[in-house]
């Protein structure tokens, strides 16, 4: 006897989706026969307001595009930027500009935790790494003066120069961090009801990761070795010396094991950039930002951040206001039609656990 | 890597006569220029034959003064670690694309996002006609000669107390009766 | 019914003491603030002390917090979710956004004045508001409750037709249910 089909509307208002989007299932009992996807909650039009906004002007617009971590758009663009002027960057700002960025990827991660254990019913450890990030915030908070956006990399170095005492302060907290990463995995991944409900659920094979075009976490959770900070370096982490992980599997607990390595390489990399930071000035001056112009070309740039990789495109024709600034976030692939794959034949009770861990977040996707 | 991209331009010339390419020295990035009948079977070709197995962006750029639309492919390759951009421009005037779904599952959502911003047509596009926005009655919203803050200032109530854009610097001095410095002077407009 | 004043002041007492002793939130990120509210309601900012706590359901909810800009389209689904909450409701506004627009004044997606389309009690201002005057803000409601002052929900239901003529006016297709309680 076969059951009946209904429709049914996981909306913008649910207390299990990641952000403010809609996933229209058709079910028969209890497993997905068909997934569509609605975004356009959110859509704010970026790529329009920065026609009326110098080259300046239109960094402040940039870090709001992807809320958890508002770091690798700023950078991006100062890059691409910089990529088409052919403008110097000193060695000390991009020191600084690893270490920041390293830390939005941790404090990134302590929301990670929170929310793909939040969606199977483990609220502890919501309460428990989201009192962590605290702590980075506050690092934050001292640096730039922001808690969420920081506004701080821009196009020739960084804004400021790290205050006094700064260094010893990361190395507290960084020691902190790792002894509580300890205690994560003691409740997450020894877990026999967590390894239970994400084994075998929500896979991804090589096949179609590779027809998709699939990046990021997902990709090494297939098995496949690729990070664009080695591929294709930038900044200065060819100097540095880091592992990639991998997993076999591709479902849910792949990637998880793959995002609990990562953290810990994150750590090692900002101990190794305190070692070796060197001094000297740490910006480039920029002229007249009322009157800076930027000669004909255009340039694309990709930076590594926590769900993938994000691609920055932008055209100049040699005036105050840039032509046309594109962005592609990881979302924009995995969130629509990634998505629409991966659910059919899941059960209708794993939808939030799947889309926190290919990491679906709305904002990049309709900018 | 010259010796790399000197390969490349040579399979692609052999196959495609008149696509134009473009290097660029110090980066690992080349350009071809291509007409547009022929970009899925020059994208067929590289990720086959040549090992350029992942899309990583379409691009779009709005030329209204030439009249016409400029769409750029990005395409990597894993092994090479170069990237090609291959470039093709249309006209604004009723514009018609053919569509790479087939190739990378990935491009229906840029094209479907393509139909409803700029208006271009893709030939055998599949998938909801809205994207992003609802009830939609105006002309495509991303291109240049749509004025968003006219259409924002008509639609939509705004506080009052905006329009007057006062100087603050200006504001201060007349409130504390004092000088501008002279290092400031040259930051006012 | 108590015709009674002094009883009846008595019991607004009580009753108001209790409200906002109690105030949950309904699980709804509808723009970009929604970024603060997990470190305002977990350990180092704890919200919990004051009674705030997440409801799943706009029927069991009584505060909508409107964290950020609204686009027309999530403005169709909000005004949808705020009829179908019970009384007593309020409504918090949060971030600059919804006071003038905010960075996006010219964007022609989103609404620039929040206060023609809801009934809102307390504005939160910041680009983001930290955890502590979002702390600060659920102070204020206590308060004007506790006065007896926080009635978005009557003002609503009194000018009912200017609310409805202010969002059909952007809101194109309008298939809702009317509103009759």
Redesign the interface.
């Known amino acids: 006897m076969r059951e009946k089909a209904t429709t049914l509307y996981i909306g913008p208002q649910h207390p299990g989706i990641t952000g403010n989007m809609m996933v229209k299932v058709k079910v028969e009992g209890d497993t997905i026969v068909k997934a569509t996807t609605e975004v356009g909650y959110l859509h704010r039009a970026f790529e329009k307001l920065q026609e009326k906004r110098n080259w300046l002007q239109s960094f402040t617009l940039m870090c709001r595009f992807c809320v958890p971590e508002s770091d690798p758009m700023e950078e991006s663009y100062s890059r691409a930027v910089e990529a088409i002027e052919g403008r110097e960057v000193p060695e000390r700002a991009k020191y600084i500009r690893v270490m920041v960025l390293e830390l939005a990827r941790l404090a990134s991660f302590m929301l990670w935790y929170g929310g793909q254990n939040g969606s199977l019913g483990l609220y502890t450890m919501g309460q428990w790494s989201v009192g962590d990030r605290n702590y980075i915030l506050d690092l934050f908070e001292e640096l730039t003066g922001g808690r969420v956006y920081h506004m701080y990399i821009w196009p020739g170095g960084v804004r400021r120069d790290l205050p006094k005492g700064f260094e010893q302060k990361v190395l507290k907290t960084l020691d902190y961090i790792e002894k509580r990463l300890n205690d994560y995995d003691d409740l997450m991944f020894d877990n026999a009801i967590f390894k239970k409900r994400t084994q075998g659920v929500g896979i991804v094979d090589k096949r179609k990761a590779i027809e998709h075009g699939v990046v990021g976490a997902v990709l090494r959770g297939c098995g496949i070795k690729s990070d664009i900070r080695i591929d294709d370096p930038y900044e200065v982490y060819d100097k540095l010396d880091f592992e990639v992980p991998t997993a076999e599997g591709g479902d849910i607990w792949a990637r998880a094991l793959v995002r609990r390595q990562e953290a810990r390489q994150s750590i090692r990399i900002i101990r190794q950039v305190i070692a070796d930071m060197p001094g000297g000035s740490f910006y480039n001056k920029i002229p007249n930002p009322q009157k800076w112009t930027i000669p004909k070309g255009d340039a694309y740039v990709r930076t590594e951040s926590v769900r993938g990789e994000i691609g920055m495109y932008i055209a100049s024709d040699g005036g105050t206001m840039p032509r046309r600034v594109h962005l592609r976030g990881a979302a924009y692939v995995h969130g629509i039609t990634l998505l629409e794959d991966v659910l059919v034949g899941e059960n209708l009770a794993d939808i939030s656990a799947i889309m926190n861990s290919l990491g679906t977040c709305p904002p990049e996707i309709e900018r | 890597m010259q010796q790399l991209k000197a390969n490349l331009i040579e399979h692609i010339k052999t196959s495609f006569k008149d696509a134009r390419e473009k290097d660029y020295p110090n980066e690992n990035r080349l350009d071809f220029y291509v007409n547009k009948q022929c970009i899925p079977s020059i994208l067929t070709y590289a990720k086959d034959r040549l090992g350029y197995i992942h899309l990583s962006h379409i691009a779009i750029v709005d030329w209204l003064e030439e009249g016409e639309f400029e769409l750029i492919y990005i395409i990597w390759s894993p092994e090479e670690k170069i990237k090609m951009f291959v470039r093709a421009r249309v006209e604004r005037e009723n514009p018609v694309m053919p569509n790479i779904d087939m190739i990378w599952r990935q491009a229906n959502t840029y094209e479907r996002e393509f139909r409803e911003m700029y208006g271009i047509q893709f030939q055998g596009l599949e998938g909801e006609q809205d994207f992003v926005l609802e009830d939609w009655d105006g002309p495509p919203p991303m291109r240049r000669d749509f004025d968003t803050e006219a259409y924002a200032n008509e639609t939509f109530f705004h506080r009052p107390g905006r329009e007057d854009a006062l100087d603050v610097r200006e504001e201060i001095i007349k409130r504390s009766r004092e000088e501008i410095p002279d290092f400031a002077k040259k930051y006012s407009r | 019914m108590i015709n009674d004043k002094n009883s009846q002041k008595i019991v607004d007492i009580i009753q108001n003491w209790s409200r906002k002793h109690s105030l949950w939130v309904?699980?709804?990120?509808?723009?970009?603030g929604?970024?603060?509210i997990?470190?305002t309601m977990?350990?180092?900012y704890d919200a919990e002390r004051m009674g705030v706590r997440?409801a799943?359901t706009?029927r069991q909810a009584d505060i909508l917090l409107i964290t950020g800009?609204l686009?027309?389209?999530?403005l169709k689904?909000v005004i949808r979710?705020y009829e179908q909450m019970q009384d007593p409701k309020y409504v918090i506004g949060f971030g600059s956004c919804t006071?003038?627009?905010g960075?996006?004044?010219?964007?022609?997606?989103?609404?620039?004045?929040l206060d023609?389309y809801l009934p809102v009690d307390v504005y939160i201002n910041g680009?983001?508001p930290?955890p502590e005057s979002v702390l600060a803000g659920f102070g204020k409601l206590q308060e004007l409750i506790g006065d007896g002052k926080a009635n978005g929900a009557t003002k609503y239901k009194e000018n009912l037709e200017w609310y409805k003529a202010?969002q059909k006016k952007?809101?194109?297709?309008w298939v809702m249910p009317e509103y009759n309680w």
């Open positions: 309904l699980a709804y990120g509808t723009g970009c929604a970024i603060e997990p470190p977990t350990s180092r997440g799943a706009p800009y686009t027309t389209k999530t689904r979710v006071i003038n627009g960075m996006y004044y010219d964007s022609y997606n989103t609404i620039k004045v023609k680009c983001m930290r202010n952007i809101i194109p297709n």
